[in-house]
């Protein structure tokens, strides 16, 4: 089956997930991480991408990305797949794939997701009872976006600047948002839209993107006559 291009639409965030291979972990020890993200603040760097929020598990990554070039994010994770694949192998004496094929992502709707994108990432240490808030896990961007803590690797969303006047008021209104769980619905929504690489928005959001991109950007409906004229015209 021919893959169909990845949505990117510069100046757009995207929900970006690679996960190891088989599940299996792919950092197994704190210079690993900082293996990681160091190469990551290079790439990024490189290839004019802004890094809002971003989570490194111990066999997966979350990142919520705006990139500034249509191959900006396609660049980044193949020049941090690279270098990270070759660091790992050799530390470990192992051979072979590392990753689970390509990373998976989601074009984002920033009024309505970015936000709840930020703590669908940041949370993960928590949902996945490693920590039981997210400040007590020290490979995410919530320390930075929450705290201030200096972390060269964030740059603030639009959406996040909105939340105050000046930094103060947005780590306070940041940190607010938090004190909610992410209902199930939201959850379902951001996980399938990422790992069938669909837009995640709203219909407006998802038909304004559908006619810019000339595709269908979301799965179809259940059910039709798979052989109508109005059904291939919703493909």
């Known amino acids: 089956m021919v893959r169909l291009p990845r949505f990117v639409l510069t100046g757009h965030p995207q929900h970006i997930i690679i996960r190891g291979n ?24 490189k290839h004019q991408c802004d890094i809002h ?18 191959n900006s994010i396609a660049k980044m994770m193949q020049s941090v797949g690279r270098h990270y694949v070759q660091y790992y192998n050799v530390t470990y004496r192992r051979t072979g794939t590392l990753w689970e094929g390509r990373y998976k992502a989601s074009l984002i709707d920033s009024e309505t997701y970015a936000l ?25 961007s919530y320390r930075a976006n929450a705290l201030g803590q200096a972390d060269p690797l964030v740059t603030p969303h639009t959406m996040y600047h909105r939340l105050g006047n000046d930094e103060t008021s947005r780590q306070v209104h940041y940190r607010c948002l938090f004190e909610a769980h992410i209902d199930e619905l939201s959850l379902h929504q951001l996980r399938e839209a ?21 595709r269908r950007i979301d799965k179809l409906p259940r059910g039709g006559d798979r052989k109508s004229e109005a059904f291939r015209r919703q493909r």
């Open 53 to 70: 929020a971003y989570v490194l598990m111990t066999n997966h990554v979350h990142l919520l990305v705006t990139p500034h070039q249509e």
């Open 22 to 45: 088989n599940r299996e972990p792919v950092f197994s020890a704190e210079e690993d991480y900082h293996f990681f993200l160091d190469k990551l603040s290079q790439a990024a760097k």
């Open 116 to 140: 709840l994108c930020y703590r669908y990432i940041e949370l993960n240490p928590v949902r996945a009872n490693m920590v039981q808030l997210p400040a007590e896990y020290p490979w995410s």
């Open 194 to 214: 990422t790992n069938k690489a669909w837009v995640l928005g709203s219909e407006y959001f998802k038909q304004k993107i559908a006619q810019q991109l000339n």
